[in-house]
Every structure is written in structure tokens, then in C-alpha cells.
């Protein structure tokens, strides 16, 4: 059993910053690809950002030279610095990532968070 539990989103005003966690935890054998997505109200899930374990990073369009995602490898866990938010911003921020687990480490299993809410208003 593997779960990701989000943490860091809330309200904040345009221009302003947030820094989202997701921790991954269980029976763990290894995490891989980590990434954030957000899903907008009305919209279907995108991609924000996602990262693998050599440090390779994948940046959305919206994220790219605002966002920063990183991650701690013996911590498993993934990081989204938002920076210079704007309201289309808003949105519940799900991590995700790809795991190999204790009881079979040769396949990988795709997990999600329950997400977090970003709220970016005045």
C-alpha cells in the first residue's frame, strides 16, 4: 500500500507564492517519476510539472519560468514552488507518481494524492 499526501496549498493574491509538498509512503521499494498536476474547475486534469529520479524535468507551458519542482529522493518527496501565481492558477493541485512496491519491484504502479486546493485571489 502506497499513498501521496499533499500539503501547502491555500489562499493567496496574485503575484504571491506557494510551496506544495507530497510525500509518498508505505511499501515502498522505489519512487520514480514524480510530478504535479492540477485539475482547473470546469477543465480536465493537465500537467504542471514532473520530475525523475536523475533529476530530469518536465515543465507545462503555464509553469515553465514560474514554477520550480524538485524533489528529495530519500525523503520520496516532490516539491512545487509557485511563484508569481495568477488567478488562472486556481485549481486543485494532485501529485503523482510512479512506484515499485516491497512485494513486486519490477512493475510500476501509477499513485495519486487527493489533492490540494490553490486558490490565487484578491
Known amino acids: 500500500q502506497v499513498q501521496l499526501v499533499e500539503s501547502g496549498g491555500g489562499l493567496v493574491q496574485p503575484g504571491g507564492s506557494l510551496r506544495l509538498s507530497c510525500a509518498a509512503s508505505?511499501?515502498?521499494?522505489?519512487?520514480?517519476?514524480m510530478g504535479w498536476y492540477r485539475q482547473i474547475s470546469g477543465e480536465q486534469r493537465e500537467l504542471v510539472a514532473a520530475?525523475?529520479?536523475?533529476?530530469?524535468?518536465n515543465y507545462s507551458r503555464s509553469a515553465r519560468g514560474r514554477f520550480t519542482i524538485s524533489r528529495d529522493n530519500a525523503k520520496n518527496t516532490v516539491y512545487l514552488q509557485m511563484n508569481s501565481l495568477k488567478p488562472e492558477d486556481t485549481a486543485v493541485y494532485y501529485c503523482?507518481?510512479?512506484?515499485?512496491?516491497?512485494?513486486?519491484?519490477?512493475?510500476?504502479?501509477?499513485?495519486w494524492g487527493q489533492g490540494t486546493q490553490v486558490t490565487v485571489s484578491s
Open positions: 520530475i525523475d529520479t536523475g533529476g530530469s524535468i
Open positions: 503523482n507518481a510512479f512506484v515499485t512496491t516491497t512485494w513486486e519491484r519490477e512493475r510500476e504502479y501509477d499513485y
Open positions: 508505505g511499501s515502498i521499494f522505489s519512487v520514480n517519476v
